[in-house]
């Protein structure tokens, strides 16, 4: 960890929340003037979309029917870690954008599910941020989470998850219910042994829980909104942080355990913001010092 040059990242699977996540962030950065140099996980990835069709059919043509974008194979975690602890001393490291849409594909002139090439960090960011599926990740050989200064777990609970990968596959991208289903089969070993122990490694985690029946993921014909969720914050340090304070200002909100506040579901950018911009005011001052 260095404080010379901040590393935030922001780790959960592709809709566990990350882009409520990213527009707290953005006010945060705008409010305090600060320019984020800003990674997503998906350009670590190791295949590109043809690439990784290809790679699965090799996978299950060895036997291998857990391979999956949630486990390390299918990722580039080398250099994930260096890039994180490159910035930390330098403030640059090397990175790339995953085309995910003609949209995006269009100003490169390159085919949608490409990566453009490697290239330097734009100079003169005040912090790394990265959001994606591996920031906290760590094995026998790397360690991305030692790297990261403020290290932030986003997780519905797992039937929320699924309900949310069913209806966003089927309705945006056109998948049948048995081929997400498949989907999730084949990601669970890697969910379970790779995506979970890092919301162990995480300062400050949000577990977004429905209060409405979600008991058979597989049926639910809507995803439980905000409103109709909770969210548990879980701090892995309380030590200075003004229970009292948050708990006067986001209303509905209660203790559970002396390192848990729950509030409700909608409160999150704003439970986000308040958490967040004092941590972040103080990374910039270590900054500054350092």
């Given at each position: 960890?260095?404080?010379?040059?901040?590393?935030?990242?922001?780790?959960?699977?592709?809709?566990?929340?990350?882009?409520?996540?990213?527009?707290?962030?953005?006010?945060?950065?705008?409010?305090?003037?600060?320019?984020?140099?800003?990674?997503?996980?998906?350009?670590?990835?190791?295949?590109?979309?043809?690439?990784?069709?290809?790679?699965?059919?090799?996978?299950?043509?060895?036997?291998?029917?857990?391979?999956?974008?949630?486990?390390?194979?299918?990722?580039?975690?080398?250099?994930?870690?260096?890039?994180?602890?490159?910035?930390?001393?330098?403030?640059?490291?090397?990175?790339?954008?995953?085309?995910?849409?003609?949209?995006?594909?269009?100003?490169?002139?390159?085919?949608?599910?490409?990566?453009?090439?490697?290239?330097?960090?734009?100079?003169?960011?005040?912090?790394?941020?990265?959001?994606?599926?591996?920031?906290?990740?760590?094995?026998?050989?790397?360690?991305?989470?030692?790297?990261?200064?403020l290290l932030i777990g986003v997780v519905p609970i797992i039937n929320l998850e699924w309900i949310q990968k069913l209806h966003?596959?089927?309705?945006?991208?056109?998948?049948?219910?048995?081929?997400?289903?498949?989907?999730?089969?084949?990601?669970?070993?890697?969910?379970?042994?790779?995506?979970?122990?890092?919301?162990?490694?995480?300062?400050?985690?949000?577990?977004?829980?429905?209060?409405?029946?979600?008991?058979?993921?597989?049926?639910?014909?809507?995803?439980?909104?905000?409103?109709?969720?909770?969210?548990?914050?879980?701090?892995?340090?309380?030590?200075?942080?003004?229970?009292?304070?948050?708990?006067?200002?986001?209303?509905?909100?209660?203790?559970?355990?002396?390192?848990?506040?729950?509030?409700?579901?909608?409160?999150?950018?704003l439970a986000m913001q308040m958490i967040f911009t004092p941590m972040i005011l103080r990374l910039m001052d270590k900054k500054?010092?350092?």
């Open positions: 960890m260095s404080v010379k040059h901040p590393v935030i990242a922001v780790t959960g699977s592709s809709g566990a929340g990350t882009t409520t996540v990213m527009k707290a962030f953005q006010h945060i950065f705008r409010r305090e003037k600060i320019k984020p140099g800003v990674v997503e996980g998906d350009s670590f990835h190791r295949y590109d979309r043809k690439g990784m069709r290809a790679q699965l059919k090799d996978e299950e043509a060895k036997g291998n029917t857990h391979f999956s974008h949630f486990g390390p194979g299918a990722n580039l975690i080398a250099e994930l870690e260096t890039l994180f602890k490159t910035y930390g001393a330098t403030g640059t490291g090397k990175v790339r954008k995953y085309l995910h849409d003609a949209d995006e594909a269009a100003p490169h002139k390159q085919d949608p599910g490409t990566f453009t090439p490697w290239t330097d960090m734009e100079p003169g960011s005040d912090l790394l941020f990265y959001e994606g599926l591996h920031g906290g990740y760590k094995d026998d050989e790397h360690n991305v989470a030692k790297h990261a200064d966003r596959d089927q309705n945006m991208r056109g998948y049948s219910q048995e081929a997400v289903v498949e989907t999730i089969l084949r990601r669970m070993p890697d969910y379970v042994n790779h995506l979970c122990p890092q919301f162990s490694r995480t300062h400050v985690n949000f577990q977004r829980v429905p209060t409405v029946d979600t008991s058979n993921p597989f049926i639910a014909r809507d995803i439980p909104t905000a409103d109709e969720s909770m969210l548990v914050i879980r701090f892995a340090d309380p030590k200075g942080i003004d229970f009292q304070y948050l708990l006067s200002m986001l209303a509905g909100s209660m203790m559970t355990r002396p390192n848990n506040i729950v509030c409700p579901g909608g409160k999150m950018s500054r010092r350092a």
